[in-house]
């Protein structure tokens, strides 16, 4: 049956080779469990987030191993949480109070759809053909200090100062040493080669955490928002939480506001785009499935797993699903067919019943995860080349700057675009400029205008 479904033995795989791949998939990337509900949990309830969070995994890789046959997890996009709760919700929606999150769940169900419908038709490999490689990599890096500026924020490394807007945090604080060390344990692993590194990392954290609070160093009050970090079963499994956060659609809003809503959309959609064809090429080649010629066989499908993914986490409450590049952990142990992805989604509908324990996670354990993982997409500042037009030069350097320093990876992505449309125009290269980006462009321009004007 197994053979039949994933054709192992075309593959040069076996079904123990598969399942061990699916184990180390889903052990890399289980921290997103912990990480998504503290994330989203500013706007949203943390139980009905982690019980989305880990559903809506599991089903869209489920997807992904059935209809493509890849080796590839997938669950709720580090990067494009944090825009849907830092910059969308407490960001450009705040006024809306309560009722923020319902917005942004609208703009991820809408882009899921759109994306399922350009998965369809093909359209999604002409889009990423059509946006400038600098531009990409400066995207990619400028998400990897956002997301560990939000790591820094929730363990108290980077604090307020009213002076210079940001400053170190006390050292006096077990939140801040604990995050410190946790973020050199999870290096330390990753350099001995130790599969689930970053998960080992948050758990290690938070054991520390615990001796801590047994020794009176961490001292709980719940009033001051400092939380016990034992988990409790008392009340036994909840699954009340989706309640909270399934359908939760706010289209009335939108109707009014739509131009700022599409704004929102696209920014999801852009994000999303590069974080998943980086991805899904970067795990694709890792494993030798990629043609001749650097295309990859069934990328529709692979895309419309992703689209799939991202619809069914706006319906129970998560922000947008993405491929995981974790899922290369597992292709590291020899996983090269859908039945990786097949265990690793059985493991997050296990998890389910775990959501104590995941939930007792504090943001200072899952901090050196979000440090440790943007350290990874700042890396790709080393694939930019600098030495071409100022075009290609100033479009990832403005991604990179505006991002952590506006606090809005959104901002990053519009200013990026709009200076290097504008520059290649200036120094006379207009031709360069595909209809996409011109496309692009003017979206953004009519988002600038309808900020400049205040219109809402």
Known sequence: MLEKVFKLKEHGTDVKTEITAGITTFLAMAYILAVNPNILGAVMNPNGVFLATAIASAIATFVMAFLAN??????????????????????????????????????????GIIFIVLSLFKFREAIINGIPQNLKYGITAGIGIFIAFIGMQGAGITVNDDSTLVGLGSFAEPSVVLALIGFLIIIALAHFKVKGSVLF????????????????????????GVYSLLPSFANGLNLNGLADTAFKFNFSWVGSHLIQFVAIVFSFLFVDLFDTVGTVVGVADKAKLLNEDGTLPRAGKVFLADAIGTT????????????FVESSAGVAEGGKTGLTAFTTGLLFIIAIVLSPIFLAIPSFATAPALIYVGMLMITSVSKIKFDGDLADTAAPYMAIVMMPLTYSIANGIMFGVLSWVILKVV???AKEISPIMYGVFVLFLLRILALAFNFS
């Open 312 to 323: 069914v986490g706006a319906c129970l409450g998560t922000s947008t699903v993405t491929s």
């Open 427 to 429: 120094v006379g290269k």
């Open 201 to 224: 990392g948050i758990l290690i954290t938070w054991g520390l955490g615990i001796l801590a609070q047994f020794g009176g160093w961490y001292k709980v009050n719940p009033k001051a």
């Open 70 to 111: 890849y080796p590839i997890a997938l669950s709720a996009g580090m990067g494009l949480n944090a825009y849907f709760a830092f910059t969308v919700c407490l960001g450009e929606l705040a006024d809306q109070g309560a009722n923020a999150f319902t917005i942004a769940l609208t703009a991820v169900l809408v882009e």
